[in-house]
């Protein structure tokens, strides 16, 4: 189960849900960012995504999930938000949702991390370049950070030293966005700069392989040890 609440963001009003473990805690916690096939129309209308929030929840950390879309409405055609997405607003969007996650009683402020799937995993990676308080970031499949957007801010992937934590990547090699060569860039960007990156790349699994809702996409032994892969790694970072 979810709480569910607003957070203001430049006078806008962004739904936000919350998932809490069991226990008075303080517990870690995690900003998760949705993917966009579904989740860009509203959190809750995406099965996978509410169910990433249950999950991780269910592991011990309070999850927040603020819904970055907020900016357009609901049902405005996915083509405009992806051609009008701004970084800009969406950092405001995370510092938003940090600073609530970080102040609720039930969470240690100094063991807070970011993960997202697909379109979230950029936001995750754009997130830890302009907030050094996170302590881990999870990529899982996130595609366009070599690209920038309507705000002309800087690619990602060229902020790469302002990661303030370590770095898992999670991707299908038969996935096209991000490809394996886009892939390959990420881990040198961070290798770079000097960051601590885990990588791990499955063969037979393109994009959204741990969608469970979409039967082409799901690889289920590849989603189960990539899931295996995210705890280990947060556990090690917050654990």
Not at 44 to 64: H, N, Q
Not at 101 to 111: M, S
Not at 116 to 137: D, I, T
């Amino acid at each position: 189960m979810y709480e569910s609440t607003s957070l203001d963001v430049q006078g806008n009003a962004m739904h936000t849900l919350i998932f809490e473990p069991e226990g008075d805690g303080p517990h870690p916690g995690l900003i998760i960012a949705q993917h966009l096939p579904v989740a860009h129309e509203g959190l809750e209308k995406d099965p996978f995504t509410l169910k990433v929030g249950e999950r991780y929840a269910a592991a011990g950390y309070v999850c927040v999930m603020p819904f970055i879309f907020h900016w357009w409405p609901e049902d405005e055609e996915r083509s405009v938000k992806v051609e009008q997405f701004r970084d800009d607003w969406t950092v405001a969007d995370l510092d938003a949702a940090f600073n609530f996650l970080a102040g609720r009683d039930n969470v240690d402020e100094n063991r807070i991390g970011i993960l997202g799937h697909c379109w979230g995993g950029r936001v995750s990676w754009l997130g830890c370049c302009h907030n050094p308080n996170f302590k881990a970031c999870a990529v899982i499949y996130g595609g366009r950070i070599k690209v920038s957007f309507a705000d002309g801010a800087p690619p990602p992937i060229e902020l790469a030293g302002n990661i303030p934590c370590p770095v898992l990547g999670i991707f299908g090699n038969d996935d096209q966005s991000p490809s394996p060569d886009d892939v390959y860039d990420y881990e040198a960007a961070l290798n770079a700069a000097g960051v601590p990156a885990e990588f791990h790349r499955y063969d037979g699994a393109g994009h959204g392989f741990q969608d469970f809702t979409n039967e082409d996409r799901f690889r289920k032994s590849q989603a189960e040890d990539a899931w295996e892969k995210v705890l280990s790694f947060l556990g090690k970072q917050l654990g």
